[in-house]
């Protein structure tokens, strides 16, 4: 299955000229951190309902899982 990376280059803290907001260092999109937080720019459509996890049993909270709601694990359905 095909997602997005969890990486700097779509992580939220991302600021200008490749520093992280977080830890204040140059990072690049090999990286990534406890403290990752998806762009929010990247999330409009992004939630359970979209999910390629919710029907293929690799979701992580099936229990919870449910439209206007997404998790870290949320991935792209591969019919999309
Ligand atoms: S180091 Fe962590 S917090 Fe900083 S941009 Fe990368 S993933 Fe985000
Ligand atoms: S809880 Fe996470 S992995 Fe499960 S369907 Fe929702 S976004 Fe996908």
Redesign the pocket.
Known sequence: MIHLAN??GN?G??QTNST????QVQ?SQD???N???MRESLIPGMDCTSCGRKDDGSCPHPGKAAAGMRCHMWAPNAQA
Do not use: D
């Open positions: 990486n700097c992580c803290s991302l992280c907001g977080v830890h990072v990286l990534t951190c403290q990752f937080n």
